[in-house]
């Protein structure tokens, strides 16, 4: 013990310590002079907007990044950390958002993957009893012979978790792992994460949601562009300090929304059915209408057809029946550039991959699908001179970091991606809106300003399809929310109505009486 | 590993200024040169007087230079036509068979028209036959793929083999196009009303360099200042997104596809028309596949390609005299192709990297 950190009342020796730890990336400073350390058997929640540097944190903890300067010591002694293996033979275990699991393998053998043993064979028999062993102390039921793509997004953060308390870790990092997980699984995650400290693990809990950080922590640690903002403990914080310390200035937790009189039915599903890339039918059977100045919100976690629904809907993926009707005219079967010419914007889930073009300049990418369109194109030739005056405008109402319009949209943070893509499709003048997380990304005082221009194209008569995972932003838009589960809509409520609880069982396949 | 040991690491660098880009390509070259020196060496010559006779017979007079542009110019068509599919990431290397096919409606239409047109539409034709040619071929293999995603680099391989086959079939028998007075696989000369005009008196540079620099120039800005060219370097960078955005990926996968095989097409038709003035089986030198390293030499810069096209020019040109003066054998030359590639791409590949110092690492 080197020295006691007066914040660390009622827990053990101090862990792990990084003193000044500062990691540059080009043209950014991701951790700026870092003091950060985390007691034996506490929870330490790392709280930050997207990009204030906590995954860089972390990741130079596990040794996928070496950080420019600082030092880290484990249980008091300076340690150097080059590679994830470094790290996990002193013991720190990490969960990314991102699961590094091979997923036609089986638990036990992803479980297996990558761990030294001795001789030239595997050792199955003890290694089923381990995970045996660690899924009773933990309540986790997990059969160790079960294929990773058959378990849902849940278990396979549990076969992540098993994987580093198999190793034997001392330090478990969790990267925003309730990102993909319903209210109630994310309970039982925290109650099991408890469990653990209680035991005497450590457990570094990265998030940006300030709901957590009081559910679970013992103390927190604030970020903010890189820089340490401050520690607390977690009995001594509110939520509305906690927020003003991570973006700087007072947030307002809901945008003003003006009442508006629903038009005329725009866009309208009906027995809409599919299947997903695999061949399983996952969307099945839906029955929705979206009207004019409407947001209907949708409801429900990743991977209960979403995807599918929203490929439908821009014409990029077969239906298998039903129809869907915009404006009373059936758009189902259309080319994806004959239904985008009628007015359909849409903002993909997966900006880098559907969303946009990471060679391009900004500018190109402001008019990505609008190319062959009016002001663009003047006769056979681009009209640089449109193209720039739009992408100025959307550069500066969005307030996207870069040099010019002319920088390559490669080089920007995941958060400018989004706005890049957010300028372009509103910038569109649509008719209807499809939003697939919108938000997932963006810094608390973009969102802001995201919502309010949804709020604003609803009043302009526009309707917003918004599919969203993210409970409060569909409480604080939607006029009207479905819950889907499975491939299908298991109920719309009026926004009025809507209470948490309700939609969070409902999201977790939970109807009324059942 | 060894390299964290000394507190050194590698990062990448995303601007490099583009003086010291022109210095390294320059290296680069200098070192391959360097390296086919040594095999020049092996084989008994003397590196030096090989090299020096290269560039005497490449540019050691007026009409040597007009020789080294004629020999540049089907490799600035084969080149475009390897920028155009490799920009939208189409892994075409159909152009050898492009530009047979090229060559043989150009042929085809000759002879039909041959009778009825004067000199200026029948030069018409036969250009514009040359770019049918190839096109359609090119666009044989972009409908496979779109219609039954056919991998395009099989299909053009294949087809490759399929035209120069059906082209040694035709000139091995009278009854189709072997020529009356000779007993070689090549067609009869053709009329001179057909032949390509000449630019400068006494060379053999003919009208299809002018043609091929204009196309350079035309490709050049179709792809910076037009929809299609936009369109093609996004499927060529992110065929997902551009789909999602409503752009029909199958049709550009097969207007480009020929537009790629017209431009190679082109190449066959200059070198029938313009400097063989018959059709035989050694129409084209290994020029489609050249175009290929052309292309990757030029970065896929449509103007740079016209002078990577003369310096390779210049290498096939010269070695001739290098031949005759040194009696080493011509086939050195593509030993020199085959290193500037590898030296281009390898310091393309370092140039995008560079080693810097750890500063204080633990």
């Known amino acids: 013990m080197e020295e006691s950190n007066h914040n660390a009342e009622g827990h053990g020796p101090i862990l792990l310590e990084t003193r000044g730890l500062t990691k540059h990336f080009p043209m950014v400073v991701a951790n700026d002079a870092v003091d950060f350390n985390v007691s034996q058997g506490e929870i330490h929640c790392l709280l930050g907007e997207n990009g204030s540097g906590k995954s860089t944190f972390a990741e130079s903890l596990f040794g996928f990044y070496m950080p420019d300067s600082g030092e880290i010591l484990w249980k008091g002694e300076k340690v150097e950390i080059t590679s994830p293996s470094d790290a996990m033979d002193l013991g720190i275990g990490m969960v990314h958002q991102h699961f590094m699991l091979v997923e036609t393998h089986s638990v036990l053998e992803n479980i297996m993957l990558g761990l030294n043993t001795r001789g030239p064979l595997l050792d199955e028999k003890s290694a089923r009893a381990r995970i045996t062993e660690l899924s009773d102390q933990y309540d986790v039921n997990m059969d160790p012979d079960a294929i990773i793509w058959q378990l849902s997004v849940g278990e396979q953060q549990w076969v992540e978790i098993l994987k580093a308390l198999y190793n034997g870790v001392e330090l478990l990092i969790l990267d925003e792992p309730t990102a993909v997980l319903t209210p109630q699984e994310s309970e039982r995650l925290f109650s099991v994460l408890k469990k653990m400290s209680r035991e005497g693990l450590s457990i570094i809990f990265i998030t940006h949601k300030l709901n957590e950080v009081v559910a679970v922590s013992d103390r927190v640690t604030v970020l903010r562009k890189g820089k340490k903002i401050d520690t607390i403990n977690s009995w001594e914080i509110t939520k509305a300090s906690l927020a003003r310390m991570m973006v700087g200035r007072d947030v307002v937790f809901r945008v003003q929304r003006d009442e508006v009189e629903r038009g005329q039915p725009l866009l309208e599903m009906q027995g809409v059915r599919t299947c997903n890339d695999q061949g399983l039918e996952c969307v099945r059977g839906i029955d929705l209408t979206l009207h004019e100045r409407e947001i209907l919100g949708i409801a429900g976690v990743a991977g209960n057809g979403q995807k599918e629904l929203f490929e439908v809907l821009i014409g990029m993926r077969e239906l298998d029946s039903g129809d869907v009707l915009l404006n009373g005219q059936p758009i189902s079967g259309k080319s994806s550039g004959s239904i985008r010419s009628q007015g359909i914007a849409h903002v993909p889930s997966d900006r880098i991959k559907e969303g946009l073009v990471m060679d391009f300049t900004i500018a190109e990418n402001m008019i990505l699908g609008s190319e062959w369109s009016k002001p663009f194109r003047k006769g056979t030739q681009l009209n640089n001179k449109a193209i720039n005056s739009f992408a100025e405008e959307g550069m500066e109402s969005y307030e996207i970091a870069a040099p010019s319009i002319d920088h390559v949209t490669g080089n920007l943070s995941g958060g400018n991606l989004q706005k890049v893509v957010l300028a372009r499709e509103i910038g569109s003048n649509p008719s209807v809106l499809l939003a697939n997380q919108p938000t997932r990304g963006l810094d608390v005082g973009v969102i802001e300003y995201v919502h309010q221009q949804f709020l604003e194209l609803r009043s302009r008569g526009v309707g917003i399809l918004l599919f969203s995972e993210d409970l409060d932003e569909i409480l604080t838009l939607s006029d009207c929310i479905a819950v889907i589960f499975q491939g299908e809509i298991l109920d719309v409520i009026d926004a009025e109505e809507a209470d948490l609880e309700k939609i969070g069982l409902l999201m977790a396949g939970v109807r009324d009486g059942e | ?362």
């Open chain 2, 1 to 362: 590993m060894m390299l964290k040991a000394l507190r050194l690491e590698i990062v990448k660098v995303r601007d490099v200024h583009w003086g010291i880009q022109v210095i390294l390509v320059i290296l680069g070259i200098l070192a391959a040169f360097f390296v086919s020196g040594w095999f020049i060496a092996l084989s008994g010559g003397n590196p030096a007087e090989a090299f020096a006779a290269i560039f005497r017979g490449a540019f050691g007079e007026p009409r040597k230079v007009y020789d080294t542009l004629m020999r540049a110019t089907p490799l600035i068509f084969t080149g475009l036509a390897t920028v155009i599919a490799f920009r939208a990431k189409i892994w075409s290397i159909g152009q050898e068979g492009q530009l047979y096919a090229g060559a043989m409606l150009a042929y085809t239409l000759y002879r039909i028209f041959q009778p009825m047109l004067d000199r200026p539409l029948l030069l018409l034709v036969v250009v514009l036959g040359g770019f049918l040619g190839g096109g359609l071929l090119g666009l044989l293999a972009g409908w496979l793929k779109a219609r039954f995603n056919v991998d395009i680099i099989i299909s053009t391989v294949l087809l490759n083999y399929i035209v120069t086959t059906m082209l040694l079939f035709l000139l091995y028998d009278h009854k189709y196009w072997m020529g009356a007075e000779t007993y070689y696989p090549r067609t009869d000369t053709i009329t001179k009303d057909a032949w390509f005009p000449i630019i400068f008196e006494d060379a053999r540079l003919h009208m299809g360099f002018l043609i091929a620099v204009g196309f350079a120039i035309t490709v050049y800005w179709v792809l910076k200042r037009t929809p299609y060219g936009y369109d093609l370097r996004a499927m060529g960078s992110n065929p997902v997104a551009t789909m999602f955005k409503g752009i029909d990926v199958n049709k550009l996968i097969m207007v480009t596809m020929f537009i790629s095989g017209g431009l190679a097409g082109m190449a066959g038709s200059g070198e029938v028309f313009g400097v063989h003035h018959n059709v035989n089986m050694a129409v084209s030198a290994g020029y489609g596949y050249t175009g290929i390293i052309v292309a990757m030499v030029s970065e896929l810069n449509p103007l740079v390609v016209i002078l990577v096209s003369i310096f390779f020019g210049a290498i096939i040109n010269g070695s001739v005299v290098m031949a005759t003066q040194t009696g080493i054998h011509t086939s050195i030359i593509f030993v020199i192709q085959a290193f500037v590639l590898l030296a281009i791409l390898i310091s393309r590949a370092l140039m995008s990297y560079r080693i810097r110092r750890v500063p204080h690492a633990g």
